[in-house]
Structure formats: C-alpha cells, structure tokens
Antibody
Framework: QVQLVQSGAEVKKPGASVKVSCKASGYTFTSYGIHWVRQAPGQGLEWMGWISPYSGNTNYAQNFQGRVTMTTDTSTSTAYMDLRSLRSDDAAVYYC??????????WGQGTLVTVSS | QSALTQPPSASGSPGQSVTISCTGTSNDVGGYTYVSWYQQHPGKAPKVVIYEVTNRPSGVPDRFFGSKSGNTAFLTVSGLQAEDEADYYCSSNAGINTFVFGTGTKVTVL
C-alpha cells in the first residue's frame, strides 16, 4: 500500500533553515508527483508546492518562491522540502502528499516544525 | 492565488445529510475537473474522501458524494455518523501544477 513516512519534529531558531524528508513506498516513485502542504496551529491547509520525481520539475506557491526548494532522490524514493530564513509564522505541521488525480491524495504523517529563539 | 471559500461550520443529526460548498472562480474550481475533498480529524493528517470532483477512493463509504456546478464544488455526506465529525477541506487545480485549498469547514454531528 502507498506509504509516506516523514522525518521527525524539528526546533529551529528564527533565520535558520529546515529540511524535511518524505520516504515513499508501495508504488513507483517516479510515476507520481509529490506535494508539500503546511498547517499552522489551529489554521487551515496551505499548499506550498509540487515536484515531479520523474523530471525534477517544480512549481512553488507565490508565498514561498525564493525561500523553498523541493528535491527528490529517486535512488531512495525520498522527497525533501527545504525552507530557509524561518520566521515565527513558519511554525506549522508540514505534510508531504502523493498525487491522486493531480491533487494531494496519499499523505505523510506530518512533521512539526517549531520556530523559537 | 486566493483560498477557496467554504462555510466555517455545518452540522446535522445522526442519519441526516450535510452539504458543504467550496466556491472559487473560473481560474480554479470552474476551470478544471480536478477538485478533491479531505477529511481531517484533530491531530491527524488529512484523508482524501473525493478526488476528480466525484470519485471516491477505495475504502471511502458511498455516503460521501461530490459534485460541481460552475465555480462551486459540493461535498454531501449522507447518513451522518459520529465518526464524520471532522474538519473538511476542498482543493482545486488553479493552473499548470498550481493548486489551492479551501478555508475549511468544521462538521458537527449533533
């Protein structure tokens, strides 16, 4: 079955970077895109961007352009999301999700990122 | 791109139906057949209950029904059960490899 397992919780200082990983299994990794979505405490879902593991093509939401980089390692079926220049309002649970009908379908368990000085 | 508009809350008694709307524009909901709906229980990851406007993934009960009219998509949950109490979000294609979520609706089973 499709499974996405994310890396553990992170605590970062303002201005630092965080890199979250997402290891996929149960399907052919290069056949489906990976979305990254975040959810601040008590808030809704926010789409951050998408990457094609097949081509490496990416598309980032305007709010994150210049601050986020999404990559994949096809040898380990792992996707990565790197967010730089962290601010307090970047504190959130970050999710990866595999395409289902283009949109996020199968979700990882989430990674809590805390930003605190 | 702006978030899709959903009502903040909806409710129904067990056995009744509830319908949630998701309003966008011709640049997202109205322009594509890629609309999904997600159920999220507190502290859990979202789970897709409808994709491509009307399709149910395997394992999702047929009590969940998706539809679309113009720039608005709808999720109807019939035969409400206690476990349906959750937050629900819609999402739509909003351009080439660009996507947007709705504001979310809290469904309460009375």
């Amino acid at each position: 079955q499709v499974q996405l397992v994310q890396s553990g919780a992170e605590v970062k200082k303002p201005g630092a970077s965080v890199k979250v990983s997402c290891k996929a299994s149960g399907y052919t990794f290069t056949s489906y895109g990976i979305h990254w979505v975040r959810q601040a405490p008590g808030q809704g879902l926010e789409w951050m961007g998408w990457i094609s593991p097949y081509s490496g093509n990416t598309n980032y939401a305007q709010n994150f352009q210049g601050r986020v980089t999404m990559t994949t390692d096809t040898s380990t079926s792992t996707a990565y999301m790197d967010l730089r220049s962290l601010r307090s309002d970047d504190a959130a649970v970050y999710y990866c999700a595999r395409d289902l009908g283009l949109l996020p379908g199968y979700w990882g368990q989430g990674t809590l990122v805390t930003v605190s000085s | 791109q702006s978030a899709l508009t959903q009502p903040p809350s909806a409710s129904g008694s067990p056995g009744q139906s509830v319908t949630i709307s998701c309003t966008g524009t011709s640049n997202d909901v109205g322009g594509y057949t890629y609309v999904s709906w997600y159920q999220q229980h507190p502290g859990k990851a979202p789970k897709v209950v409808i994709y491509e406007v009307t399709n149910r993934p395997s394992g999702v009960p047929d009590r969940f029904f998706g539809s679309k009219s113009g720039n608005t998509a709808f999720l109807t949950v019939s035969g409400l059960q206690a476990e349906d109490e959750a937050d629900y979000y819609c999402s739509s294609n909003a351009g080439i490899n660009t996507f947007v979520f709705g504001t979310g609706t809290k469904v309460t089973v009375l």
